[in-house]
C-alpha cells in the first residue's frame, strides 16, 4: 500500500540579521541617562537656601534681627510677619535669616578644627607606624571614652562662653572620628600594589606619602565632613540652648529654640520654626554626605 504525501508547509525563510546601520552604533553607543534623585535635589537646594541667608541676608527681609517694633509681640504669623513675633516684637523670621550666618559659621570653625587635627593624626599614626601610632590610638581611645557633651561644656569653662569657643569645643569632640577613619584610609592605601611599587621604584617616604597616600585615602575623611557639618549645627544649636553658646540679642537657632520655650503654650512658631530649620539643615547635610560616600 502507497503512502500518501504529506502536505507539509514548507519552512519559513529565515529572518534576516540585523544589519549594523546607522541606528545600531547609536543605540550601542547611547550612555544611560543620570538619575535625578528629588531627595538630593531638595537637600543642595536647601542648603544652597540657607548660604544665601548667611551671605546676604538683607535680600531676604526687611525686617531686622535684633531690634523690635512696638505693639509687635508675639504676633501669629500672618502676612506681615510670616513666621510671626517674639516676645519683644521682633520678626522670626528675620532672626532666622541673620542667624544662619552664627550657626554655618560655627559648623564651619568646628569641622574644620575636627578636620584639620583630626587627619593630621590619623596620617601620622597611620604612616608612621609603631610606637607613635599606639600613642595616638590611646589618646583618641580617652577622647572617645567621654561624652561628647560633657567634653565640649569641660572645654566652654576653659575658653568662656561665644560661638566660636563653642564651635571649637564642638570641633573638638569630632577629632576622635577624623582621626580614627584617616588612619583606617592610611593603613588600606599605605599596604597597596601601587603603593609598594612606588617605594620599589626608589620613592621616597615623603612623596610617596604627598603623591599616592593622601590623595587616595582622604576622600572619605572629606565626605565624612560633610556629615559633621550637619552634627556641628546640631551640637552648637544645643550647645546654645543650654545657654553655654552664644549671649542674646544674638539670633543665633539654638537661643532662638530656647528664649521661645517659655512660650510653648502660648506662642509655639517661636519654638517649632526654628527647630525645623535646623532639623532640614541637618538632614540636608547628612544627605549630601551619603550621596558624596555613594558615589565614591
Known amino acids: 500500500m502507497s503512502s500518501l504525501p504529506l502536505n507539509t508547509p514548507a519552512p519559513a525563510p529565515a529572518a534576516p540579521p540585523p544589519s549594523a546601520g546607522a541606528g545600531a552604533p547609536a543605540r550601542r553607543g547611547r550612555r544611560p541617562l543620570p538619575v535625578v534623585r528629588p531627595g538630593l535635589l531638595l537637600s543642595w537646594l536647601v542648603i544652597a537656601v540657607v548660604l ?22 508675639r504676633l501669629a504669623p500672618g502676612a506681615d510677619h510670616w513666621l510671626g513675633t517674639d ?23 568646628a569641622v574644620t578644627v575636627g578636620l584639620v587635627l ?61 582621626t580614627r ?29 604627598w603623591r599616592h597616600i593622601l590623595p587616595n ?29 552664644t549671649p542674646p540679642p544674638t539670633p543665633e537657632w539654638g537661643l532662638l529654640i530656647a528664649e521661645g520655650r517659655n512660650y510653648i503654650s502660648t506662642a509655639w512658631w517661636l519654638t517649632t520654626f526654628p527647630g525645623v530649620v535646623v532639623v532640614l539643615v541637618v538632614l540636608s547635610a547628612n544627605r549630601i554626605s551619603q550621596s558624596f560616600a555613594r558615589s565614591r
Open 52 to 73: 544665601c541667608w548667611a551671605i546676604a541676608p538683607g535680600l531676604f527681609t526687611s525686617y531686622s534681627g535684633t531690634e523690635g517694633i512696638t505693639g509687635a509681640q
Open 118 to 178: 583630626g587627619t593630621l593624626l590619623g596620617v601620622v599614626a597611620g604612616a608612621t607606624g609603631g610606637i607613635a601610632e599606639s600613642l595616638i590610638m590611646r589618646f583618641i581611645d580617652v577622647l572617645l571614652s567621654i561624652p561628647g557633651l560633657l567634653l565640649s561644656l569641660s572645654i566652654i569653662i576653659l575658653l568662656g562662653f561665644g560661638t566660636v569657643h563653642a564651635a571649637i569645643a564642638v570641633g573638638v569632640t569630632s577629632v576622635a572620628n577624623f
Open 87 to 109: 516676645q519683644l516684637g521682633r520678626d522670626l523670621y528675620a532672626r532666622i535669616v541673620y542667624g544662619a550666618a552664627f550657626s554655618l559659621s560655627g559648623a564651619l570653625v
Open 217 to 245: 585615602s582622604l576622600t572619605s575623611v572629606i565626605a565624612f565632613s560633610a556629615l559633621q557639618f550637619g552634627s556641628a549645627i546640631l551640637a552648637i544649636s544645643t550647645l546654645s540652648f543650654l545657654g553655654y553658646g
Open 181 to 209: 577613619l584617616a588612619r583606617s584610609e592610611v593603613v588600606r592605601v599605605r599596604h597597596s600594589d601601587y603603593v609598594e611599587a612606588a617605594y620599589g621604584s626608589g620613592g621616597t617616604f615623603g612623596a610617596v606619602l
